[in-house]
């Protein structure tokens, strides 16, 4: 069963199980995938936003909202006037707070629960270190955890189970824009291939019995163990 089982204080356990899936490429945004982020929380949690097309985004939209709609039915069975929570996802702004076209999902994860990180290799790697910087391209192998509180309300969080690297931007952006330049018999960084399909997927309940060899399948074995 895939329902909730592990909880944040004051949460509560749900009737409505988790929805496994794994995004299209997107852009890292704030990504704290090697370490957790300790800066609001002594504990830390792993976390990342992407940045995707609306278009992009839509599959992985479209099964939270359903997932919350779900929830706040159930809730409202035994409760009224269920307070919502805000979604774990966004239109992003400019900063004259003009709309871009891209769409930001939150993802995070407590610090118990390292994301496994994948390469783009075929098939998929596990790779056991790596700093993931800002600007990097992903794909985030997900759950969609409903919840409730009394302080917040019924929402959604999307946990992080795993990332494939698809473009890995070190130290967080290109070095030309310091004025660096290449040089003969420098140093050159091992180049990640890109996958030949980055479709979303939404998993059902029933776990493969063949080996994985695409990324959603061993994105799907490994968030099930």
Do not use: C
């Not at 909202?65 to 035994?78: A, G, I, M, Q, Y």
């Not at 980055?198 to 059902?204: F, G, M, Q």
């Amino acid at each position: 069963s895939n329902t909730i089982l592990f909880l944040t204080k004051g949460e509560s356990i749900m009737a409505i199980k988790n929805e496994f899936f794994t995004t299209k490429k997107g852009e890292a945004v704030y990504p704290h995938l090697s370490r957790p982020d300790t800066n609001f929380d002594k504990d830390g949690h792993y976390k990342v936003n992407l940045k995707m097309s609306k278009e992009d985004a839509k599959p992985v939209i479209d099964l939270i909202n359903d997932l919350h709609n779900r929830n706040v039915e159930e809730l409202s069975k035994t409760k009224k006037n269920v307070k919502i929570a805000p979604m774990p996802y966004f239109d992003e702004e400019d900063d004259d707070g003009n709309p871009t076209g891209k769409v930001i999902i939150k993802f995070k994860s407590k610090a118990a629960y390292k994301p496994a990180i994948y390469d783009a290799g075929s098939p998929p790697k596990l790779i056991k270190e790596s700093d993931i910087w800002g600007g990097s391209e992903i794909r985030v192998g997900g759950t969609a955890v409903p919840f409730h509180t009394a302080a917040i309300g019924a929402g959604i969080t999307s946990r992080i189970r795993a990332v494939q690297v698809i473009k890995d931007v070190e130290g967080g952006g290109g070095g030309d824009k310091y004025g660096f330049s290449a040089e003969d018999g420098g140093f050159v960084g091992e180049k990640l291939e890109t996958p030949k399909s980055d479709e979303p997927t939404v998993y059902s309940d029933k776990k493969s019995s063949t080996p994985p060899q695409s990324t959603d399948a061993i994105m799907e074995d490994w968030a099930k163990e």
